[in-house]
């Protein structure tokens, strides 16, 4: 069996699994409580996905590879379900056009929620009852589904923040993390050495792991040194002042495109005033432009430049992945100062997402780690097909729930998207001594 | 002062004329009735807006001509408005892009009705207490208002019944017309012979007009026959079955190009089954093609190629006028039996629409009339400025107020638009006796 | 027979028609003199196609309607050809794409002259050697051919131009018409008044016209005034200097999208020096704007547009039918002074073309005449099909054959059309006396 | 100084160097003898320059990196070719459009010819005359410029097999390489192992590379496998025969994505006959599929589906290039039997290009080696700024100039190229003894 669905030992308590797959499933919702039914059927991009989507999307996970497997005789409250809400899973037959999610009026979002509400009792009712040897099954479905119901968590904050944000009077559904605006300054940047040589990267732990993170394999690194915390705002404004948008110079040709097509000047949401301040549209509203949080909504092209100008370069994947496990109190090095948003803050800040962590782009296409194999069946459509015209990023953000982020996890986005809450952290070779 | 904007007798009677209006607001919120926040949020294509934002741009209407001219110290309740909900008109700034209507989550549907009853009051007010000379100028706006407000009415069905029609499972917001079952066939065509000569056509009676009906003027216009009634959905099956939209002589060069390049293979709304019949997507639901009624969503090209196939023509712009005024019961002519949906049964049928009559195509390209000339203002954009690419249509629909129907009426979208309730009426050479 | 395939009694003779035959192919050739293969070889937009294509399809013409049918066991030099150069019968079989005409290296150049040469000699053997019946068929073809090759020759003239001028140093192939440049100003414009009722247009007098001249038949017009010569290159500066371009009240709504779309500020081939001052691209080579030329290369919209800013509007076609009925020496009127570049010189100014006059957008979109029918057969494609969202222009051009004018034709593109010698006559009500 | 543009010892030898520049120059030429100037004019996508355009762009490299620099008062033969001939180095200022390199009929080819003489005596005479101190500077610039010709001359070869295939009856150029059809059969394949651990790749040795190849540096591999063949056309008709284009659990995402939106289903230059037999276009003309020989032109995306059905994988960079050390007389491993079109052929079988090897598509995304640095100045851009979303290929093709092939040569393209001479090499893991 591969590992991403074997049967943990920790996976033996079933009302522990339960709690956890109904915290998830309740989180999911918290997030769409502020938002109206217009506000979660817009789509506006063929990135996003409305709001609705989601929520029943998630639940069609739970329905397909939990009920429809393990309730006998279960039929879906409506046969259109499998079609309108399998995202990608071409192996489960046709699939609603990704384009076209924003045009599905119906099923209502009251729909939708009570969907939810049938599928969860449903699943849950599963975990109390089925037999230990459907359980041994099951349980790694249910673990997959909340990871995968944690994924949706965040592209709802992704998403719903891109619908938002194109209102001409933006709404705001989240209020500020607390202490949000009193974090003391992002400080000076210090930088971290790594010694070089055979190094192994990879899950072999314990605990779960999707599929492209296995398996554990050896890499040789060369000395280098990583930054003690993400590019600023203020960093990044200088970059802009310094004329980075317009030096081809410093961007890869693809990223030059890039900006010149879509006439790209800034990070996604930030807004120039006529008296050249800056205002940034998040989640909790339009804000003057903090300088001591983390640049976000960047891709990976403007973190390249960035790092050309800079005169450093991205880590690599297995770098972050050795400073992740070198600082597992990683959220702590984002600031500095008193009034830090770790991503410690995630579990009770969410649903008041966005003020902390960005993911890092880092300078590594995502590709599949020797000795990768996918699961069998349609879950191996989860990651290893996508293994193509990506770049990984890694880290987590401060939308990410807290039990998602772990040291191995690999995120992956093509280089020019930009409405991921993803920044900048540099790297360099390790100076002479 | 144009004849459009005049200030007819008919229109001293103040209180006739605020009834005639908030029937008119409450027609449009009866069509909406039905429908759900979803429902009113989706634009499918450019063509299409989402029924929210007809609701609020023809509240914008009376609320830029009226209430903002009218109303000492009006100021509109978001300054947005002025933006998001003028469609077309340059003279008044700055709009928000058709294609991302859509987007518009915000303002919620439950703001935009609030939106409604604040003007229609606020109107009504000043219907009853403007003095005289005030009243003068703004019983032609409300008026024009008035006709402005059907319009949209009839453009409420059209774009929601192609958003619904968009689902996998297409809601039908709308009961059937009474006896919409019942109407006994279509009976044979019959053709009617007109003697040719010096004809005038355009408007010149009392009564209200749009700018581009006038000025009435001579045509010269040959003997002709046109038929009794528009083609019905069995003749145009004929013209499928016998290759129609395989045989590039009977289309032309555009309209070739459109059918290739769209796929199109039969009208809009039909949809063919396994076994070879045909069901058609109504705002009633979707039902078993009744070949007794009139063809409906054919576009203007595919009313030419029909026209060339059946061996006639399509009538032009005169000669359905002058069919028009010879049969102002004309209604009754589209079914010959029992049981027929005149357009007399529009008034009380709304909003069961949809069930009978359709827009004839013309041939002849919509032009301005010699001597035509705009109104003054933001209001001579009404009409003028959309004389290029575009075909007349001339009569009316199940969809049309009653009450928005007249002989010199011109209704125009470019030959390629096939979500309007359009289709073919036939006309010919008069034969020689 | 259609009249425009009749046997008329002019082309009884054989010799002449041979010699008018002969007369038009060397003249395509003398228009491809000065090109290199490379040259001819390109392509620049849908629009246009290149200068062999041209050749090669003018040639086709001959053996299709004439080589094929004619002369017994005739076969194409290369069974391609029929596939190749076929423009748009759809009756005749499958055909080249047209966006890709550019893409066809081969057959080359020489190959393509080498294949005109063939023809020529086999069609002009054939007028001397059919019977008198197939001469009373072959007639009317060669007739309608050779119209055909003066309607190429002139488009080689449009798409030359258009391939030319895209290179950063244009190349100029033909010298400047004799006295281009002392033609001595164009003079104050006067207004040449007609009295309205029933008139005809169309053709019937003996003569060749295509099947769209016909039938003659009644219209009604109201009196009207209408310009002595175009407008000028100085009075379509003003337009601009005035703000024209930047002026949404004067466009037409597709009008005003289609220049912001594709960012039109002046006519196709104006270019602005540093120092405000105009030069144009002409076949002659780049030079200051001339003032008193007509101007030319605008879109149907920006005739519009500019009407509406001179406070006239364009004529329609039956006004300018009658006005190139009255005044049969109408290139005189073009320029008042000593050397005038009338349409008499085209045919020995040729190719030094693109020195007078322009077709002239009418107000008129492209329909069949009343009783209009089209030829039977693959030629029956050569007009009709085309009746859809194009306007006709009238007059002809300085690239136009003299012998290719008349009063009655019809020339017709789409509003948006540029790359054609099109410039802007104006019309206005008869002043009250 | 960057070791790409280091001077090595070998270069010292100024006469052996000024050989093989005139060498190269004369090797491109004779490729464009057999064509023509249409042939040399089109440009069928915009991946595909004309060859008239790559002719003179390895002559505004001699030209801008050579004479502009070495030889005091140099003056372009014409200012417009710095614009017109510069690819895409941005710092050397404004660039013609790539999509409109189709578009220059002029310079006409014998005008470019003339160029491509001028520079190379010019830079001929350079190489004969500059000082010992500007030789030191010049000589890497000569090498680069002759390996940069030479990967025009592949592209040449790429860019005219796509063009003359577009024409309905394609050109064929070159003539067969000698043996070409007597190889004798491709003969079973068969593996050779490779023991894993820490190894080197990149550039070390005395010889040129490019920037990209550096620095020599250390990776970890994991025991492999790799084919000692590549698929041939009769193991790739295997593929499509079993369902493989419409089996999307063997695709990426993007790549199913790819052959869906373009209805790819075999070969680039497959053609299907109607008796289920293939031809394939080559340079040599239409023939029919040569079941052994390496199957060329697919895409990254069809290599990885192919390898997923074979139950193998693609190799990785470092894999390929072991296996290229390991192997230098690596052509011979093409083929077994006798009559094999090994590389050694290439130098004399061109311009007979296309009859023998294969570029092998890699596992691996183009990344810079750890410490890749770029040189200074405008030859920097030469490599590192397309390290985005491109996948490396390893080998070389028979359009490959055999000087031009060296074990760590990193060709690279984005996943979708199809127009090169791309073919597939499978490796798998170490079966366990």
Same mark, same amino acid.
Request: no cysteine; proline share 5%; aromatic share 14%.
């Given at each position: 069996m591969h590992p991403a669905l074997a049967m943990r030992a920790d996976l033996a308590d079933r009302a522990a699994l339960k709690a956890r797959f109904e915290t998830a499933r309740s989180q999911t919702e918290q997030l769409a409580a502020p938002l109206e039914p217009e506000d979660c059927q817009v789509?506006?991009?063929?990135?996003v996905s409305p709001t609705k989507w989601h929520l029943a999307h998630t639940t069609w996970f739970f329905e397909t590879f939990g009920a429809l497997r393990f309730k006998a005789g279960y039929a879906r409250p409506d046969d259109l379900y499998g079609y309108l809400y399998n995202s990608y899973y071409e192996a489960l037959g046709r699939k609603w056009s990704r384009p076209e999610r924003g045009l599905l009026s119906r099923p209502l979002l009251r729909e939708v929620m009570a969907y939810r509400s049938h599928v969860t009792a449903l699943v849950g009712d599963l975990i109390d009852t089925v037999s230990d040897n459907e359980w041994s099954e099951l349980a790694p479905i249910v673990e997959l589904g909340i990871h995968h119901e944690q994924q949706h968590q965040e592209l709802i904050c992704t998403d719903i923040k891109h619908v938002l944000s194109r209102s001409p009077r933006p709404y705001a559904p989240y209020a500020p993390a607390p202490g949000a605006n009193g974090h003391g300054g992002a400080g000076p940047v210090s930088w971290i050495g790594f010694e070089g040589g055979l190094v192994e990267i990879g899950m072999d732990e314990d605990g779960f792991a999707y599929d492209n993170e296995y398996p554990r394999h050896k890499r040789y690194l060369y000395d280098f040194e990583i930054a003690s915390r993400p590019v600023t705002n203020g960093e990044f404004r200088a970059f802009i002042e310094d004329g980075g948008y317009e030096t081809a110079a410093l961007w890869l040709s693809d990223g030059w495109d890039f900006i010149q097509r879509n006439g790209i000047e800034h990070p996604l949401y930030w807004r120039r005033q006529d008296d050249g301040s800056w205002l940034e549209y998040t989640l909790s509203g339009l804000k003057p432009l903090d300088e001591d949080e983390p640049v976000c909504h960047v891709s990976g092209y403007e973190a390249a430049a960035y790092a050309e100008w800079a005169g450093q370069r991205l880590p690599s994947e297995p770098e972050l992945e050795l400073l992740a496990r070198a600082h597992p109190?990683? +959220?702590?090095?984002? *600031?500095? +100062?008193?009034g830090v948003h770790p991503h410690a803050l995630n579990a009770t800040a969410r649903p008041q997402c966005v003020i902390g962590g960005v993911w890092e782009w880092s300078s590594s296409a995502y590709e599949p780690y020797p000795g990768y194999s996918p699961p069998e069946g349609a879950v191996g459509e989860y990651n290893g097909k996508f293994m193509s015209s990506q770049q990984v990023l890694r880290g987590g953000s401060a939308a990410t729930p807290q039990s998602h982020i772990r040291p191995t996890y690999r995120n992956f986005f093509p280089p +020019?998207?930009?409405?991921? *809450?993803s920044g900048i952290r540099l790297a360099r070779k390790l100076a002479p001594a």
């Open positions: 789509q506006t991009m063929v990135d109190d990683r +959220g702590a090095l984002l *600031f500095a +100062g008193p +020019g998207a930009r409405w991921q *809450f």
